[in-house]
T-cell receptor
Framework: NAGVTQTPKFRVLKTGQSMTLLCAQD?????MYWYRQDPGMGLRLIHY???????AKGEVPDGYNVSRLKKQNFLLGLESAAPSQTSVYFC???????????????FGPGTRLTVL | GQSLEQPSEVTAVEGAIVQINCTYQ??????LSWYQQHDGGAPTFLSY????GLEETGRFSSFLSRSDSYGYLLLQELQMKDSASYFC??????????????FGKGTRLHILP
């Protein structure tokens, strides 16, 4: 049981390059999320998904796209990377809130992205 | 707008008790969660409150007052390993298309020997 895994762990991009971050979870969770974390800014929600085939915008969605073709995977894409997207990206998953008397998100280890 | 406010830093002594406060202003409220994050690590879940009152989990307790839009995390018998950042988070309108989770900016806890 690996929990939530993220690929890659580190990446350096040049401005204008594209890349995809992969998140996978083996807990059969319905909800999946992508966050970015910058110094002093806490965690900010980029996009999220409430189930396979569905996605929705979070707090800071501009410059990112996502897809959830399979329940266990949630992909985050940067079509044309910019230095402002230098950050640590965390993926998380959770079960349906309301079905259980808790609201635990399980986070992956993070991807450290630098855009030059 | 939606916001969660928590102190940026707190300092306490090993073995003591510390309280980290969180006040929130959100368009909806489902519950208040707390996460711990060590430097270079991922956030890990600590505690959750959906109803008013105190929830206790070992050395950690969390309190919620929905009428005051306020909660806190209480850490007892502080240990050096508790040095970390602590985030409060609110889920807004779960199960609906505009469901979101809002995180506070985090409180850095420094523990002195």
């Amino acid at each position: 049981n690996a929990g939530v895994t993220q690929t890659p762990k580190f990446r350096v991009l040049k401005t204008g390059q594209s890349m995809t971050l992969l998140c996978a979870q083996d807990m059969n969770h319905e909800y999946m999320y992508w966050y970015r974390q910058d110094p002093g800014m806490g965690l900010r929600l980029i996009h999220y998904s409430v189930g396979e085939g569905t996605t929705a915008k979070g707090e800071v969605p501009d410059g990112y796209n996502v897809s959830r073709l399979k329940k266990q995977n949630f992909l985050l894409g940067l079509e044309s990377a910019a230095p402002s997207q230098t950050s640590v990206y965390f993926c998380a998953s959770s079960s349906l809130p309301g079905l259980a008397y808790t609201d635990t998100q399980y986070f992956g280890p993070g991807t450290r992205l630098t855009v030059l | 707008g939606q916001s969660l406010e928590q102190p940026s830093e707190v300092t306490a002594v090993e073995g003591a008790i510390v309280q980290i406060n969180c006040t929130y202003q959100t368009s909806g409220f489902y519950g208040l969660s707390w996460y711990q994050q060590h430097d270079g690590g991922a956030p890990t879940f600590l505690s959750y409150n959906a109803l008013d009152g105190l929830e206790e989990t070992g050395r950690f307790s969390s309190f919620l007052s929905r009428s005051d839009s306020y909660g806190y995390l209480l850490l007892q018998e502080l240990q050096m390993k508790d040095s970390a950042s602590y985030f409060c988070a609110v889920r807004v309108t779960p199960g609906q298309r505009d469901d979101k989770i809002i995180f506070g900016k985090g409180t850095r806890l420094h523990i002195l020997p």
